[in-house]
C-alpha cells in the first residue's frame, strides 16, 4: 500500500543518510538530523532503528529535541549510544520526568533498559547518584506485570537494593518456571546487603532445588552452578562458617 511504501522510502533515506554521514557539511548533517528527529517516535520499528542509528552518528545538537519527543525511549537510547558519559544527566533528567504509572508494560520495558543503558555506558556515577537511582526504582517495585518486574529486578540487583531479596526467594519456593527461578536466583546472587543467616540459607536451599529439577541442556546445571559459587565467593569467612556445610556444592547429576 502507499503508506508502506512511503515508510519504506523513508527508512532507505535515513539508511543512505547514516551510510553518507561522514561525507556530509554542517547543512547536510542538520537536514538528517532533523528528518531522523521526527522518526524517532514511529510506530514502525524498523523506520524508528534507522532514525536511531543516524541519531547516534551525529551531533545531539543536530536532533535531539529539534523534532519529535525527546523523552522517548528511542531518542534516548541514541543519546547513550552517541556519548554516554557527557549525556547521561540528561538521560537522568529525563527518566525521572517520566510518569511511571501511566505506562502500559512495553512503555515501562523501554525506559527500564534506557537507565540500564545509562549506568552500562555513562561512565561512573557517584554514591549519591547510584543511592537516588536506587530509591527511584526500588519505588516501582513490583509493578505486577511479570516482564516489567523481571527487568526491574534485573536493574535493582545491578544498584544492590535488597528489596528484591525476599520476592526473589519467594519465587524460588514457588510454583514459578525454571526460566523465571533462574533469573530471579542471579539477580538475588548479584546483591551483597540486606542478608541475614536465614536468607542465606533459604537462598541456597533453594538454588540446590532449582539444580536438582533443572531439565535442559548439558550447560544448564553449570549455569545454575555459577549462580551458586557467585554467591558464595562473595560470602564473608563468618557467613561460609554459620552456614556449615552448606557452603559446598551439590554433587553433580549422575
Known amino acids: 500500500c502507499a503508506a508502506a511504501h512511503c515508510k519504506r522510502a523513508k527508512r532507505r533515506e535515513l539508511e543512505t543518510a547514516a551510510i ?7 547543512f547536510g548533517r542538520a537536514v538528517s538530523g532533523m528528518s531522523a528527529a521526527r522518526q524517532l517516535s514511529s510506530t514502525d520499528p524498523f523506520l524508528r532503528n534507522a532514525a536511531r542509528i543516524l541519531c547516534e552518528q551525529l551531533p545531539a545538537d543536530d536532533w535531539f529535541g529539534q ?3 525527546r523523552d522517548s525511549p528511542t531518542a534516548l537510547v541514541a543519546l547513550l549510544h552517541n556519548d554516554g558519559p557527557r549525556h547521561r544527566n540528561t538521560v537522568l533528567l529525563a527518566l525521572g520526568r517520566i510518569d511511571w504509572a501511566k505506562l502500559d508494560e512495553s512503555a515501562c520495558i523501554a525506559y527500564l533498559r534506557v537507565a ?52 526473589s526467594l519467594a519465587v524460588l519456593a514457588s510454583d514459578a518456571t525454571q526460566e523465571e527461578k533462574i533469573h530471579y536466583a542471579r539477580c538475588a546472587s548479584i546483591v551483597k546487603s540486606g542478608w541475614s543467616p536465614e536468607t542465606r540459607r533459604q537462598f541456597l536451599e533453594r538454588v540446590d532445588a532449582l539444580r536438582a529439577k533443572a531439565v535442559g541442556g548439558a550447560s544448564l546445571t553449570k549455569f545454575v552452578d555459577e549462580i551458586r ?26
Open 67 to 69: 523534532a519529535g519527543d
Open 20 to 26: 553518507d554521514v561522514e561525507h556530509s557539511d554542517d
Open 229 to 254: 559459587a557467585r554467591f558464595v565467593d562473595g560470602l564473608a569467612p563468618e557467613e561460609r562458617s554459620a552456614l556449615g556445610s552448606l557452603v559446598s556444592s551439590p554433587n553433580t547429576k549422575s
Open 116 to 167: 540500564q543503558l545509562a549506568l552500562l555506558r555513562g561512565g561512573d556515577f557517584d554514591a549519591g547518584t547510584l543511592g537516588s537511582l536506587r530509591r527511584q526504582f526500588a519505588a516501582l517495585y513490583p509493578r505486577g506485570a511479570r516482564d516489567a518486574d523481571s527487568e526491574l529486578v534485573r536493574l535493582l540487583a545491578y544498584l544492590d537494593e535488597p528489596a528484591i531479596l525476599a520476592p
